[in-house]
Structure formats: structure tokens, C-alpha cells
């Protein structure tokens, strides 16, 4: 079967994780990413956090599925020229260096345009334009600085980072949807263009609600579903909400069954106000559905507190799966706490292909995260990372190089 992106070639200029994720998602979607790395070393992340000696780490092989790595050394004059011919080959080039590094290899926005006109070129930053553009950036910086950090957590603590990659791989999901779209725009115009995802206005993005929470703080001083109300105060800035949940419904972590030695035996619900009356029968609150200080979610505002402590004594009695099942027979929304453990043995997710078991030759069997976007004309199918350099003689005879000439490169160091 075709693929959404046959036929469409991605110069790779990307390492760590930020740029990876967005590759990867194009290399499934079906584009042939060519990762260029430097010779001997490689993305830096090859060789971080290893679980196996001298063997690519799973930070690496679970963020380059699907790509084909040739090695360049892209300061070497001849090395330069062999990118110049990639430029020429490829519909998109994609990189996520520091601030100027691609410009200080030579290749800025007009030498590439001079090459390929057709090209997109697309870049993750930490920051657009402005104060910060010139700083390196990782994903906490990410969270910190795009308003994650400081509306994460609970009142009386610091602000926490999430374990979600927002900074990193959400900005991977932002770059690829602009890489896509300028490939589409190109179709009409013949032109390329640049595409820029910072990093702070993808997790912003990401906290669109808190921006809109601050404006009705702004306006009103107080925000009725904060767990800060009533008893709490509010200060000029959006608070940590703890688990609050952000919309009109209210929502809260709550222990099961195991808590005492279960670090994860929770189970998030949410007091959904049309199944109000099936909440109050399951726990054993009857009265609540008729108390006129229950009975309407403005009501019960005040009182979150207590009915959480009031439902909590009820999910206390059973485990976190046994809940799932009783609240959902009333479609009473809620969800288990799965740990990793948990979710990498789901079998329903190794079903859907959202969990994959891969094949590789120096590491063996190992699990990975599969292409969470399913597309019914265009099916994913995962496979294991490259070895570093692993189709620099293959993409050079593509480009037209002869053995001869690919030996020379080697020889010079260019390659
Ligand atoms: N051959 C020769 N040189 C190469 C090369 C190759 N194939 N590939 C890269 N290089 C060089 C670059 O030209 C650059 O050299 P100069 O600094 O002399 O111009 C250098 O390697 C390193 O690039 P870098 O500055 O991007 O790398 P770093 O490790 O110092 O910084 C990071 C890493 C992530 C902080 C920085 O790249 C960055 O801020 N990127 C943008 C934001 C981002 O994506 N952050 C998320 C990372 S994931 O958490």
C-alpha cells in the first residue's frame, strides 16, 4: 500500500529529541529521512542514558525509527559540497542546532534558496524573535519558560515540569504540521519557505487555557474551579491547580484500594454534573442528589473539598480497575493511573500498534511508542532505528557518486 509521503525527501539536520520526533513522524507517514550525523559521534543522544555498553541507547533508537543515516562532516569544504547535492535532492530540510549554526556552516536562507529553490527549510528554536532568541534551549527550560512550570503543581509547593515532553516532542508535532503545510502551499506557489516552531510558543500553545485563565483572573480576581476557592487566596498570576481539572467540570485525583504501597493505585474522577444523581447512588450519598446544597454544580463549588474526601472513601474500597468498571456502567467519566510498567504490557495498545516491539542488531528486542497518528490509506509500519552511517555509501550512490569517489570522500574525512 502507498504512503501519505512517498516520494517526499528530508534532508535530517536534527538530534537530541525535539527534531527526531518530527522526522519520525514523517519518515512513518512514509517520506525518506535522510539523517546527516557527524562522523564518529553521531547524535549526541546515541550514546546518553545507555542501558547496554557500546550499543545505541533507546533515547536514540526510540526517536529515529524509519530513517536512513549517513554520516558528513559538514565543516569539511568537500563534505559541504556532498550537502549541497543533498539540498538539491530533498524537499525539506529540517534542523534543530543552536541559534546560527546552520548559517555558520554556510547554508543560510539564501545560499539554500540559490540551490533549491523548492525547499522547505524548517527549524526548531527555543525562542522566536526577541530577548531570548539567542539561547539554547531543552525541554524543561521549554516548560519553564512557556507557562507549563509555573501553572503545574500544587499551591503550597514549586513549580513541577511534566513528564510529558511538551517542550521537546510537542514542538516536534507543531514542526511537522508546518513542514506539511508548506509542502502543500508548495504545490500551488512551486516555492519553498521557512518554518519555524519555537519551543516556548508550542508548550504556550499547549497552556492556551491558562492564558485564558489569567484574563479571567485579570477580570474578576477569583476562578471558581480552583481548588484556591473559596477557602485560598488568589495572587495576580494563574495558580498551580493541583489535579484540578480545567474545564467546568470538576475533577480530582482520588485513592483506591493499595494506596498504602501502590504509588499508583489513584484514580482520576470527575463529577460530571448530568450523571450527578449516579455519582451520589455509587458512593451512597443519595440525600446529595436533592440537597439544594448539593444539588447544582454552583452549589457544590463550595464544597468540592468535602465530596471528593466523601467519593474517596468509596473508591478507597476497591481497586483502581474496579472502579474504572462500576463508574463507567454509569458513564461516570474517570480514569485509572497506569504506570509504565502497566501501559507497556496493555495488550490493546500492542493491538493498535501504539506500543511496538522492534528488532535491532545490536541492541535485540525492545518496546517503542509506534506512530500515534493512525491513517487509514496509509499504514505504519515501524521500523528499527539506523546504525550511525549505516547508508552513507547507499544515499552517496544515489546522489550519483561513483565507489571510487565515495572512497576519496572517505579518505578526506569528508564523509
Ligand atoms: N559535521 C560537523 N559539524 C557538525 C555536524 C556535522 N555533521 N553536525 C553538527 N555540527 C556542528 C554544528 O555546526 C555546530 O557547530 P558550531 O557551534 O561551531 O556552529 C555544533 O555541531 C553543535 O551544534 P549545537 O550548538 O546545536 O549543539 P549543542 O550540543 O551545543 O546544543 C542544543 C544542543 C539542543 C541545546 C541546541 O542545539 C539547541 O538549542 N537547539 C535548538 C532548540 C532545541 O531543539 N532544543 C531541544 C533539544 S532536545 O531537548
Known amino acids: 500500500m502507498s504512503k501519505a ?58 526517536l529515529n525509527h524509519n530513517k536512513r543515516s549517513v554520516t558528513i562532516d559538514t565543516k569539511n ?24 549554526a546552520l548559517d555558520r556552516m554556510g547554508f543560510t536562507w539564501e545560499r539554500i534558496q540559490e540551490l533549491n529553490p523548492r525547499m522547505v527549510v524548517a527549524s526548531v528554536k527555543g525562542f522566536g524573535p526577541g530577548p531570548y532568541e539567542d539561547c539554547k534551549v531543552y525541554e524543561n527550560v521549554a516548560q519553564c519558560a512557556g507557562g507549563a512550570a509555573s501553572t503545574t503543581g500544587f499551591d503550597d509547593g514549586p513549580p513541577v515540569v511534566s513528564g510529558a515532553q511538551i517542550g521537546d516532542s510537542g514542538t516536534g508535532l507543531h514542526l511537522a504540521l508546518g513542514i506539511v503545510t508548506a509542502l502543500y502551499q508548495r504545490t500551488q506557489t512551486g516555492r519553498g519557505q521557512k518554518v519555524l516552531a519555537a519551543m516556548q510558543d508550542g508548550v504556550l500553545n499547549l497552556c492556551r487555557v491558562k492564558l485564558r485563565d489569567q484574563q479571567r483572573l485579570d477580570r474578576t480576581g477569583t476562578m471558581k474551579e480552583y481548588p484556591q476557592y473559596p477557602n485560598g487566596t488568589f495572587g495576580e498570576a494563574v495558580p498551580r491547580a493541583g489535579n484540578a481539572s480545567g474545564g467546568g467540570q470538576p475533577g480530582w485525583i482520588l485513592k483506591c484500594k493499595g494506596w498504602e504501597t501502590d504509588p499508583n493505585a489513584y484514580i482520576y474522577f470527575i463529577t460530571q454534573a448530568p450523571v450527578w444523581a449516579k455519582i451520589c447512588n455509587v458512593i451512597g450519598k443519595e440525600e446529595w442528589a436533592t440537597d439544594p446544597n448539593y444539588a447544582t454544580p454552583a452549589a457544590r463549588l463550595p464544597h468540592l473539598k468535602d465530596i471528593f474526601a466523601e467519593i474517596e472513601r468509596w473508591t478507597m474500597t476497591k481497586t483502581k480497575f474496579e472502579a474504572m468498571q462500576i463508574l463507567n456502567k454509569y458513564d461516570i467519566p474517570c480514569g485509572p493511573i497506569l504506570s509504565m510498567k502497566e501501559i ?12 511496538v516491539e522492534v528488532d535491532h ?45 565515495i572512497s576519496a570522500l572517505r579518505t578526506a574525512g569528508a564523509i
Open 77 to 100: 569544504p568537500e563534505g559541504k559540497l556532498v550537502l549541497e547535492a543533498l539540498i538539491q535532492k530533498c524537499d525539506v530540510l529540517v534542523e534543530n542546532f543552536a541559534p546560527g
Open 361 to 405: 542488531p545490536t541492541r535485540g528486542k525492545y518496546l517503542t511508542v509506534g506512530n500515534p497518528i493512525k491513517l487509514s490509506d496509509s499504514p505504519t509500519e515501524v521500523k528499527r532505528s539506523p546504525l550511525l552511517g549505516e547508508h552513507t555509501d547507499e544515499v552517496m550512490t544515489e546522489l550519483g557518486y561513483s565507489p571510487e569517489q
Open 5 to 62: 509521503l512517498d516520494g517526499v525527501r528530508i534532508l535530517d539536520f536534527t538530534h537530541v529529541q525535539s527534531g527526531p520526533t518530527c522526522t519520525q513522524l514523517l519518515a512513518w507517514f512514509g517520506a525518506d529521512v535522510i539523517k546527516v550525523e557527524r562522523a564518529g559521534a553521531g547524535d549526541i543522544t546515541r550514546e546518553q542514558l545507555r542501558d547496554i555498553p557500546e550499543v545505541d541507547s533507546l533515547y536514540f533508537t526510540m
Open 344 to 355: 507497556a504490557e496493555e495488550p490493546s495498545l500492542r493491538k493498535t500498534g501504539t506500543i
